[in-house]
């Protein structure tokens, strides 16, 4: 059986590290023009390089955006940024326009080409007219169903790979089609510079009251647009016996933190059916509590299951979550015990905290004393990103992650 790839999303090279440590199997990222995450750190050219080299070095394939509707200002820039990229060794190229796919088939035809979700493929002849012109994989609009899913793999057997979104951010406009952000801001978010205002609370003026703002309810709030993030980590079988061959996390603004404890999950939940479909549904519990210790809206299975029912956060626009990200580990010193750690939240002696480890087993400790780095007692780690230094009760390693139950 060809197992179902698990890819995950890189921010930044710190996020790239993340995603290959805690196991994803192909991570996609972005420069730092021709991409819809342009809030995101990206790669510019020499950081793309070594990137690259790094992922694939560990067996981790590289995906590369450049999926905006381009204009006739970008096409010159674009086919030079396309060599870059397939000189670069980039495993394939995500893109949306059709012009750019052109270009593409031109410029670099030895490239691997992904269609993104962002062209909207609801259909199997769409999915075919896209392999007919050499594409290898179609990144599925995130409006379909997974009978809707199955029935285009059928159709298609196997002519070309289907990936979807199974965790992350949803947006309440079809597949990222929203003008909000350009109308009420003049950011584009086809350029990746979408200002959220679907997660803004609303109220209702009329023409001739200007200043009497009416509150909007839908049942108990007014963010009447905010929704729910995508969850289906309880449904990985469904996901697989679809035809999908690539689960894709969404998330390339998110945190460390995220990238890590989301992938981790994952990839546990993908190994154990796989091993024993058995043992995949004893734990599904533990799958759900581990990727909840990470920001999010509250989860829904988007459209997975038919048109959502509950699918927006009415009563308000904030994250949840059950933990906090305070420290990542930088060093490790195993004849002194002591490991060096960049804070990310405030932690002081007393705390309790968890290690959660890409490899090993977490472990739970209290922190006795911390240092910084020319030895001095340190009486709260509160400024961020802060170089520290604690004792360990076990050894651990690089990107190894400390947290604690959010107060």
């Known amino acids: 059986m060809n197992k179902v790839e698990l890819l995950a999303p890189a921010g930044d090279f710190e996020r790239l ?74 495993d394939a190229l995500i893109v949306s326009d059709p012009g750019v796919f052109d270009m593409a088939r031109e410029v670099v035809p030895q490239m691997e080409l992904h269609i993104s979700t962002q062209a909207n493929n609801t259909n199997y002849r769409s999915a075919l007219f896209w392999s007919n ?29 289907l990936e979807a979104f199974v965790h992350g951010s949803m947006c309440v406009a079809y597949s990222g089609r929203c003008l ?38 839908e049942d108990t709030g007014s963010y009447i647009l905010n929704s729910k993030d995508l969850c289906m980590i309880e449904h990985i079988p469904a996901l697989i016996e679809s035809g999908l061959c690539s689960l894709k996390i969404e998330g390339r603004m998110k945190t460390p933190y995220y990238v890590a404890t989301v992938t981790a999950a994952y990839r546990a939940a993908i190994d154990d059916f796989y091993a024993d479909p058995e043992r995949y549904e004893a734990k599904k519990a533990d799958y759900l509590a581990e990727v909840l210790k990470s920001a999010n809206r509250d989860f829904s299975t988007g ?77 709260a780690a509160r400024h961020a990103q802060q170089i520290l230094r604690i004792r360990t009760d076990k050894a651990v390693a690089p990107l190894d992650i400390m947290r604690k139950n959010a107060e």
């Open 133 to 161: 012109l050499g594409a290898k994989r179609i990144i599925l609009a995130r409006e379909l169903s997974l009978l809707e899913i199955a029935e285009i793999a059928e159709k298609t057997r196997g002519q070309i790979g």
């Open 180 to 217: 909000l952000s350009t109308y009420m801001n003049n950011r584009n978010a086809n350029k990746g510079e979408c200002s959220n205002n679907c997660r803004f609370k609303y109220a209702l003026v009329e023409e001739l009251r200007p200043g009497e703002y009416f509150p909007i309810a």
């Open 17 to 90: 590290r993340v995603a290959v440590a805690y196991g994803a199997d192909a991570v996609y990222m972005g420069g730092t023009v021709f991409g819809l995450r342009a809030a995101a750190k990206n790669f510019d050219g020499g950081q793309m390089a070594r990137a690259i080299e790094y992922a694939q070095n560990r067996g981790v394939k590289v995906y590369v955006t450049a999926n905006i509707f381009a204009h006739n200002r970008d096409i010159d820039e674009m086919s030079n940024y396309l060599r870059e990229v397939a000189d670069m060794g980039a």
């Open 303 to 379: 459209f997975y299951m038919g048109k959502p029912e509950n699918g927006q956060v009415l009563d308000g626009a904030t994250h949840r979550r059950t933990y906090d990200f305070v420290g990542i580990v930088r060093e490790y010193d195993e004849q002194t015990g002591m490991a060096t750690i960049e804070q990310r939240n405030k932690f002081v002696p007393g705390d309790d905290v968890e290690f959660f480890r890409a490899n090993g087993e977490n472990f739970w400790q209290k922190i006795s004393e911390i240092y910084d780095t020319d030895g001095n007692v340190v009486e």
